[in-house]
């Protein structure tokens, strides 16, 4: 992750928060493919993530695109199987992502305690 | 940050009840509560996000393979273990007559062997499992913790209360070691429960010996630098495979 001092230029630039990542489906299959070591069925990635046959298709292909994730089709029992797996790029990115993402929440926080300071200071006896 | 708004609630309460300002300073006063509450509201979804990141580090911490042990630090306390029992067997030919020089032959062996593989954990870690890095290194600790305690606490009770059944000890290592590597497995290469088995194994034999035999130098110099030496080809083996 690009981390810069405070106050500096691109201070807020984020630019950990890969596009292809930021989008809430494909965060939602990175994450669940992240979590299973050794990958998911389509169909129970289907599931996991709560989308359809052909939402899914399409996601896949972009983050395939991406070198994200990897598609293996293979026969179990004599039936066809598609097996995804997240790939060493693919989570060293996801892990990027996720400490940009990390990073954007805790400068929310910070200012928002920043106010939240202000506003205790506001309502102080001494100031009415 | 509590304390700022534990802050903002006293004061809002004690206005509410003290009931003394003009009605225009009381709209402003309440406009800032207004604002106030929202902003806990709000922290309170930026700290609930902050925990959501921070779960699914710990789960994909627990679901990956852990690669901090590197190969060949590993083979080096095996050979630091035959290296202890070369010492051993040559200033120490009766060891159950001397047990507190054999105990610190094995206790130094030992916490050399650690330092070795906890500082090439840590560096390797940060290196390879960048992001989750500390999780990670948590995790390995959690897993062979428990097994160095028990060994430990073992050992000084057997010291002092019970010091004639010593020539247990070296077996009781490595069956206590044996399932610090076991309870390790689930996150390093299959393989590695070999590794456990044969510390089991050779635990069992040694308390098998049933006598004084069990001080001897190759008791614990073949556990130990076979296992070590083991666990390393395992994982040179496993590192190749998957660059492979």
Same mark, same amino acid.
């Given at each position: 992750m690009k981390t810069t001092a405070p106050g500096s230029e691109g201070r807020f630039a984020y630019e950990g928060l890969d596009r292809v990542i930021h989008?809430? /489906?494909?965060?939602?299959?990175?994450t669940s493919l992240i979590t299973h070591r050794k990958g998911l069925t389509f169909g129970e990635l289907k599931e996991l993530c709560a989308l359809t046959d052909g939402n899914l298709n399409r996601h896949l292909r972009v983050l395939e695109k991406g070198e994200m994730v990897e598609i293996v089709k293979k026969f179990d029992r004599n039936r066809p199987q598609t097996v995804c797996r997240i790939t060493a790029s693919g989570r060293a990115r996801y892990m990027e992502y996720l400490s940009t993402l990390e990073q954007v929440v805790r400068d929310a926080a910070t200012v928002t305690e920043e106010r939240s /300071?202000?506003?205790a200071h506001r309502l102080a006896p001494s100031q009415t | 940050m509590v304390h700022c708004y534990e802050e903002i609630f006293r004061q809002s309460a004690d206005m509410a009840s003290a009931r003394e300002f003009p009605s225009a300073t009381v709209d402003k006063r309440l406009e800032v509560i207004y604002f106030a509450v929202q902003s806990v509201e709000r922290m309170n979804t930026l700290n609930k996000a902050l925990s959501d990141i921070s779960r699914i580090r710990r789960q994909v911490a627990h679901s990956t393979e852990f690669r901090g042990y590197g190969p060949a630090t590993l083979g080096a306390t095996g050979i630091l273990a035959f290296a202890a029992a070369g010492a051993q067997a040559r200033w120490l030919p009766?060891?159950?007559?001397? +047990?507190?020089?054999? %105990?610190?032959?094995? +206790?130094?062996?030992?916490?050399l062997s650690a330092a070795m593989i906890g500082t090439e954990m840590y560096a390797r870690t940060r290196r390879i499992h960048s992001g989750i890095a500390d999780e990670m290194i948590r995790v390995a600790v959690e897993q062979f913790l428990p097994a160095l305690g028990t060994g430990a606490l073992t050992t000084i009770v057997l010291v002092r209360y019970v010091p004639t059944v010593l020539w247990m000890l070296p077996g009781l290592w490595q069956i206590v070691f044996s399932l610090g590597v076991f309870s390790s497995c689930r996150?390093?290469?299959?393989?590695?429960?070999?590794?456990?088995?044969?510390? %089991?194994?050779? *635990?069992? +034999?040694? +308390?098998?010996? *049933?006598?004084?035999?069990? %001080?001897?130098?190759?008791?614990?110099?073949?556990?130990?630098?076979?296992?070590? %030496?083991l666990v390393a080809g395992i994982l040179l083996w496993s590192g190749k495979e998957e660059r492979e």
């Open positions: 989008e809430r /489906a494909r965060l939602s299959v990175l /300071a202000g506003l | 009766n060891p159950a007559s001397h +047990i507190p020089t054999y %105990l610190r032959i094995w +206790i130094v062996t030992a916490a996150f390093l290469p299959r393989a590695v429960t070999a590794v456990g088995a044969w510390y %089991l194994l050779t *635990g069992l +034999i040694c +308390i098998a010996l *049933g006598d004084g035999r069990a %001080l001897s130098p190759w008791a614990m110099a073949i556990p130990y630098g076979v296992g070590q %030496l």
